[in-house]
């Protein structure tokens, strides 16, 4: 049986939300149009009070800014962005968790809402096995602005982590043995595994994570 830990990104594994990160750098340099971020802003605002949105709002906001360039040319500027901005704010802790998860002979899986070049970075970085993440939609060379199906959260973030470690591991191959979170939309992910830990968990999951018993758990240090 192959045992297999998932760790979402943004907020967990990352001090902070990629897409705001992304919003503020294409705002200095003026690639952003001010009224697309103050759109993101509210979504960060709303993220942060847990409030109901469409997740793929952020998403579409900030590639729709991107249409012009080849996707070659915006994912090497988004990846020139981690570099500067996201790199630093990766948690000491989650990088000690990776490595005592891969230690313990763990199949490690990336689940995130974040962009695709994001992730496959993060991804090498950090020696994942690998990952499932949010697709932007391309087409002739360019992205749409677009996302290809649902955002990867919530119920849709269980459904692909399923499919993914059938896909790569066999059908009832598997367990998932550990999960990590911050944020309650990925509780449908956390109740299937066996030991759960949320890192700096919002109010509604801090909650839950006392009723169920998981582990609440200070990764910047």
């Known amino acids: 049986?192959?045992?297999?830990?998932?760790?979402?990104?943004?907020?967990?594994?990352?001090?902070?939300?990629?897409?705001?990160?992304?919003?503020?750098?294409?705002?200095?340099h003026r690639e952003l149009p001010l009224h697309k971020g103050v759109l993101m802003g509210v979504w960060g605002i709303k993220y942060?009070?847990?409030?109901?949105?469409?997740?793929?709002?952020?998403?579409e906001l900030l590639f729709s800014a991107l249409t012009e360039p080849?996707?070659?040319?915006?994912?090497?500027?988004?990846?020139e962005i981690y570099d500067k901005r996201m790199r630093k704010h990766i948690r000491p802790g989650a990088i000690r968790e990776i490595e005592k998860c891969r230690a313990e002979g763990l199949k490690l899986v990336?689940?995130?809402?974040?962009?695709?070049?994001?992730?496959t970075t993060i991804v090498d970085e950090l020696g994942f096995d690998g990952q499932i993440s949010t697709i932007m939609e391309e087409r002739d060379g360019h992205y749409t602005g677009k996302v290809v199906g649902v955002?990867?959260?919530?119920?849709?973030?269980?459904?692909?982590?399923?499919?993914?470690?059938?896909?790569?591991?066999?059908?009832?191959?598997?367990?998932?043995?550990?999960?990590?979170?911050?944020?309650?939309?990925?509780?449908?992910?956390?109740?299937?595994?066996?030991?759960v830990t949320v890192v700096d968990p919002d109010a509604k999951l801090e909650?839950?994570?006392k009723q169920k018993g998981w582990e609440i758990a200070d990764w910047d240090e």
Not at 48 to 59: A, F, K, V, Y
């Open 151 to 195: 955002p990867v959260q919530g119920p849709e973030k269980l459904r692909l982590l399923i499919q993914y470690c059938d896909d790569n591991y066999g059908h009832n191959q598997w367990v998932l043995e550990r999960a990590y979170s911050d944020h309650y939309s990925d509780a449908p992910m956390l109740q299937m595994a066996h030991h």
């Open 207 to 209: 909650r839950i994570s």
């Open 1 to 28: 049986m192959i045992h297999v830990a998932a760790f979402d990104l943004d907020g967990t594994i990352l001090d902070g939300e990629s897409p705001l990160k992304l919003t503020t750098s294409l705002l200095r």
């Open 110 to 119: 990336l689940a995130s809402a974040s962009f695709k070049p994001i992730t």
């Open 70 to 79: 080849t996707v070659e040319e915006v994912d090497s500027e988004i990846l």
């Open 48 to 59: 942060r009070l847990r409030l109901p949105q469409t997740e793929s709002t952020p998403r």
